[in-house]
């Protein structure tokens, strides 16, 4: 299995459909971080799935060439706001290989950022569509998309090195933006992984919830921008841009 996963990834790489767009420069060993992340093949329920999906596909994806791997971090090295979602979605990131892109809930999100100042154009359709983020990146506890969009925990511990490297590799980060409960759990593992104290009971989520742990990045919470919150209104334009104004708060002021 693991012979011809490397064979597949490099004629994939020779017919230069491997080109990883995620980080926008950046460290050689980010770069390298991020190769090696999309050839990462250890949950065999996540890599059957993110397979399934792209040979069966969508009849309006039909004609596409899915990504069907890991799809890295995204956006400015040198960021201070970083966001943390949740996992590809099936026909969204795993078809496109980036970060919310070419999906409603990349449309929602893209849209709010570029309206903070944090991304160059609005639109997200495709992973060479000319989309920068400026002084923001993206990443998620899970690479790969799950069935029904939820990871296994288990799913969710094998992938945590991939954004604890990541996160390493920020060197600038001073807000972490959670995009929904499990992006706030990772988030507050991560800090126990480098030795941060949570306290217990844990800072609870919740849409605008703010937690200063000393010696982390502050940690902010949104409602995720899955359709299911930004169809029933859960969560509205409005008041992602309300977060998103508290993050440049926190950036400009502390
Ligand atoms: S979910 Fe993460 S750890 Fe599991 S196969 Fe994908 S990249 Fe690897």
């Not at 980010?30 to 969508?58: G, H, I, N, T, Y």
């Not at 060439?65 to 590809?88: H, S």
């Not at 060479?128 to 983020?133: A, V």
């Given at each position: 299995m693991?012979?011809?996963?490397?064979?597949?990834?490099?004629?994939?790489?020779?017919?230069?459909?491997?080109?990883?767009?995620?980080?926008?420069?950046?460290?050689?060993?980010?770069?390298?971080?991020?190769?090696?992340?999309?050839?990462?093949?250890?949950?065999?329920?996540?890599?059957?799935?993110?397979?399934?999906?792209?040979?069966?596909?969508?009849?309006?994806?039909?004609?596409?060439?899915?990504?069907?791997?890991?799809?890295?971090?995204?956006?400015?090295?040198?960021?201070?706001?970083?966001?943390?979602?949740?996992?590809?979605?099936?026909?969204?990131?795993?078809?496109?290989?980036?970060?919310?892109?070419?999906?409603?809930?990349?449309?929602?999100?893209?849209?709010?950022?570029?309206?903070?100042?944090?991304?160059?154009?609005?639109?997200?359709?495709?992973?060479?569509?000319?989309?920068?983020?400026?002084?923001?990146?993206?990443?998620?506890?899970?690479?790969?998309?799950?069935?029904?969009?939820?990871?296994?925990?288990d799913e969710l511990r094998r992938c945590s090195s991939w954004m604890d490297g990541e996160l390493a590799l920020l060197p600038r980060a001073r807000v972490l933006l959670a995009l929904g409960a499990v992006g706030w759990d990772a988030a507050l593992q991560h800090f126990g992984r480098r030795g941060i104290p949570v306290p217990r009971p844990r800072p609870r989520f919740g849409h605008g919830a703010l937690a200063r742990l000393p010696g982390a990045p502050a940690l902010l919470g949104s409602y995720h921008v899955s359709q299911q919150n930004t169809q029933t209104g859960k969560l509205t334009p409005r008041m992602l841009d309300e977060v998103l104004a508290l993050a440049r708060q926190l950036l400009t002021h502390g």
């Open positions: 693991a012979a011809r996963a490397g064979a597949e990834l490099r004629a994939a790489s020779a017919r230069g459909t491997l080109r990883i767009v995620g980080a926008q420069g950046g460290s050689r060993a980010l770069r390298d971080l991020q190769s090696r992340m999309v050839a990462c093949r250890a949950c065999p329920r996540l890599v059957a799935w993110r397979e399934e999906v792209a040979r069966v596909k969508v009849r309006r994806f039909s004609e596409h060439t899915y990504w069907a791997r890991p799809v890295p971090g995204l956006g400015d090295p040198a960021a201070r706001l970083v966001l943390i979602g949740l996992a590809p979605a099936a026909h969204g990131g795993n078809r496109t290989g980036r970060m919310f892109t070419g999906d409603r809930s990349g449309d929602f999100l893209f849209a709010a950022l570029h309206r903070a100042g944090f991304a160059n154009q609005p639109q997200s359709v495709h992973r060479h569509d000319g989309l920068r983020l400026r002084d923001a990146f993206i990443v998620a506890p899970c690479r790969c998309a799950p069935p029904a969009n939820v990871p296994r925990p």
